[in-house]
């Protein structure tokens, strides 16, 4: 009953994943025609800022939950335990508010968020996030997914809803308020419910105990978390810094498209990854290996596709201004094709408890992509950031592959089939760049590709099968 419990959970969580993260896609067409580039700019630079202060100001406590579960397991007293955390968010708007206020004025960090109004609202949003991430955390544990997916539900289309209202009439003249304040709101809403429905529970009273659990364990894990945070958001921050909100607009476009790649990749994960530690409990390490590359050449045929749609894509989602984006998705969807092959091996780290490699190879990446982002983007602008991007996820994969490789003697990838595919992928991304408008070259050598990927993936499928029928031949004459 449990199992299948949670089957219908992940499955709900996965579809509704899906369909929200969907219906956000298709609303950029929506925001891009009626937001100048500069504008769009501007709520993506808050919308980073607001990703990173959510993970320092919520404290990561979210993720202390599944253990609190079996930590705090009397009656009510999980309950008791989510309530009391609850004071900690208000602290944290406190010193929140103090401290970027503060930073914002002797540093000037907030170019394009330099009003007062922005700042505080940017603390509080970041603060009911993290919030909204705890509630969350909390309904899981009881398999709640319907509850999630009704709660996400509203929050995106009634901001889609809001800000689209407020972008045309009562901020027409400043349209990036009227984004921020339409997302800003609903999730107002939504926090009222929360804490509503919490403190109904149990009330919202602090207790040493349970603090010190959740801050204890949740502490160590907000480095990671924010590394992957800066992988994703830095480079908007540092354009911005160097360039402005316009060119910020023209490369947020370009990262909100090729995050389908990124939830593709995400989801297949989910499914990847519990096959992948049933057949390592049983040491069927091989299995892994051969399955590894059709698995692999699956994705490299939903990758090649979309890098040759690239251009497409941002014709459609957009109007002329953000043409210049259709450069950029090509390069950073290629980067989020390496976050794939990181993501295919990682594992065997999680299965043997070395959790402190990921966070190692997650901080150097995120390092390595600040610093190259400093040095290059005021020499060639947002297009650097792209470059940089992938660079860092090409890093973070070898960093993996090799540590897999020679720590624990395992072969994660078969070498040459995988060298081909990033060369396939590295093939359709150049013709995608050179030959933007040359609709029967660009899709006539990706259906080459994918043809190959096909032929490829086919013989290795049946050169494995035959192996098999072998042995079982050579076991029955014996």
Request: hydrophobic fraction near 50%; charged fraction near 10%; aromatic fraction near 18%.
């Amino acid at each position: 009953m449990g199992e299948s419990k949670a089957l219908t959970a992940g499955i709900g969580y996965t579809i509704g994943n899906l369909l929200i993260k969907g219906i956000v896609f298709f609303s950029l067409p929506i925001f891009t025609r009626i937001l100048s580039p500069e504008d769009y700019g501007i709520v993506n630079t808050y919308t980073a800022y607001n990703a990173i202060f959510c993970m320092v100001l919520g404290l990561s406590l979210h993720t202390s939950f599944r253990a609190a579960k079996l930590k705090f397991a009397g009656e009510g007293e999980l309950d008791r335990y989510t309530s009391s955390l609850l004071p900690i968010y208000l602290i944290g708007i406190v010193i929140g508010i103090f401290f970027l206020k503060k930073i914002s004025v002797e540093f000037a960090l907030f170019q394009g968020l330099s009003s007062d109004l922005l700042i505080y609202l940017l603390v509080i949003d970041a603060a009911f996030t993290g919030l909204l991430h705890l509630y969350n955390a909390r309904i899981s544990l009881d398999y709640q997914y319907k509850k999630y997916l009704w709660m996400s539900l509203f929050l995106t289309s009634a901001s889609m809803v809001l800000s689209v209202f407020f972008i045309l009439f009562p901020f027409s003249d400043q349209r990036y308020m009227g984004r921020i304040w339409g997302g800003f709101l609903p999730l107002l809403c939504l926090i009222c419910y929360i804490v509503y429905t919490l403190i109904k529970k149990a009330p919202a009273i602090p207790n040493y105990r349970f603090w010190r659990f959740g801050i204890f364990y949740s502490l160590p894990l907000i480095p990671h978390g924010l590394a992957l945070v800066l992988m994703g958001q830095c480079d908007r921050i540092m354009i911005q810094h160097f360039n402005g909100a316009y060119d910020v607009g023209i490369y947020s476009l370009a990262a909100n498209v090729s995050i389908i790649l990124l939830v593709i990749s995400q989801s297949l994960d989910s499914s990847w990854g519990v096959w992948f530690f049933e057949k390592m409990s049983h040491q069927r390490i091989e299995d892994i290996y051969h399955k590894s590359s059709e698995y692999i050449a699956l994705f490299t045929a939903v990758g090649v596709l979309l890098i040759a749609a690239a251009p497409d894509i941002i014709r459609i989602m957009s109007s002329g201004e953000y043409w210049a984006a259709k450069d950029v998705v090509i390069v950073l969807l290629w980067g989020n094709y390496f976050s794939f092959l990181y993501l295919s091996i990682v594992h065997y780290e999680y299965f043997y408890n070395k959790t402190y490699l990921v966070l190692i190879g997650t901080v150097l990446s995120a390092t390595l992509n600040v610093g190259l982002n400093y040095y290059t983007i005021p020499l060639y602008g947002y297009m650097a950031a792209a470059y940089t991007t992938l660079v860092s996820y090409v890093l973070n994969f070898l960093f993996h592959y090799v540590i897999i490789f020679f720590l624990y003697k395992h072969r994660p990838l078969n070498v040459y089939t995988t060298f081909l595919y990033i060369f396939y992928t590295a093939i359709a991304g150049s013709i995608s760049l050179l030959y933007q408008n040359e609709y029967v070259l660009r899709y006539g050598i990706v259906m080459i590709i994918l043809l190959l990927v096909y032929r490829m993936n086919y013989i290795s499928v049946n050169t494995k099968w035959k192996k098999i029928l072998m042995r079982y031949k050579n076991r029955g004459v014996q």
